[in-house]
Nanobody, 116 residues
Framework: QVQLVESGGGLVQAGGSLRLSCAASGSISSINLMGWYRQAPGKARELVAV???????DYADSVKGRFTISRDNAKNTVYLQMNSLKPEDTAVYYC??????????WGQGTQVTVSS
C-alpha cells in the first residue's frame, strides 16, 4: 500500500504562483514514477506532469514553461511549482504514483482556484 498526501492548494489571482507538495508513505520502494493530474469541473482528469526516480520529466503542453515538477527522493516527496497561473488552471490537483502490477495510487486532491 502507498499513501499520498497533498498540500499547498488555494486561491490565487491570475499571474500568481502556488507550490503543491505530495508526500508518499507506505510501500515507497515500489514507486518509480510520481506525478500530478488535475480535474476541472465537468472535464476529464488530465495529466499535468510526471517525474521518475531518475529525474526524467514530462509535461502537458498547456503547462510547459509555467509549471515545474521536482522530486526529493530522500523525503519521498514530489512538488509542483506553478507560476503564471491562469483561470483555466483552476481544478482539483491529484498526486499519483503508479505501481506495476497494482495500478495507480491517488492522493485526496487539493483545490487550486485561479481568479481573473
Amino acid at each position: 500500500q502507498v499513501q499520498l498526501v497533498e498540500s499547498g492548494g488555494g486561491l490565487v489571482q491570475a499571474g500568481g504562483s502556488l507550490r503543491l507538495s505530495c508526500a508518499a508513505s507506505g510501500s515507497i520502494s515500489s514507486i518509480n514514477l510520481m506525478g500530478w493530474y488535475r480535474q476541472a469541473p465537468g472535464k476529464a482528469r488530465e495529466l499535468v506532469a510526471v517525474i521518475n526516480s531518475y529525474g526524467s520529466i514530462d509535461y502537458a503542453d498547456s503547462v510547459k514553461g509555467r509549471f515545474t515538477i521536482s522530486r526529493d527522493n530522500a523525503k519521498n516527496t514530489v512538488y509542483l511549482q506553478m507560476n503564471s497561473l491562469k483561470p483555466e488552471d483552476t481544478a482539483v490537483y491529484y498526486c499519483t504514483a503508479p505501481v506495476s502490477g497494482v495500478g495507480y495510487y491517488w492522493g485526496q486532491g487539493t483545490q487550486v482556484t485561479v481568479s481573473s
